[in-house]
């Protein structure tokens, strides 16, 4: 069975940091590109930032360039996003993805709230 499960979301005030980790199993978790993504109150789930299987190729969205890290450690089967600078926008729930396009799976945690205050 597999799973994905978020932790480290909270409560922290407007330009605070914090660390989102996301613990994989159940699958061969380096054949399967990760990511971050987030979904605010009436909003569509949105990317904030992707890495392949590797770790050699990422991605941010604008909103995250320069403020978010993603990272991945295939050892341990874990994915993290380091955020830094937070803004009240940034307040969503936040859900950890893994993906494989051959053959194609996905697969979805179940979130974890972020609150920035302003």
């Known amino acids: 069975q597999v799973q994905l499960v978020e932790s480290g979301g909270g409560l922290v005030q407007a330009g605070g940091s914090l660390t989102l980790s996301c613990a994989a199993s159940?699958?061969?978790?380096?054949?399967?590109?990760v990511g971050w993504y987030r979904q605010a109150p009436g909003k569509e789930r949105d990317v904030v930032a992707t890495r392949n299987w590797s770790g050699s190729v990422t991605y941010y969205s604008d909103s995250a360039k320069g403020r978010f890290t993603i990272s991945r450690d295939n050892v341990k089967n874990m994915v993290y996003l380091q955020m830094n600078n937070l803004k009240a926008e940034d307040t969503a729930i936040y859900y950890c993805n893994a993906h494989r396009s051959t053959p194609p799976n996905d697969y979805w945690g179940q979130g974890t709230q972020v609150t920035v205050s302003s």
């Open positions: 159940g699958l061969p978790f380096s054949a399967y590109a």
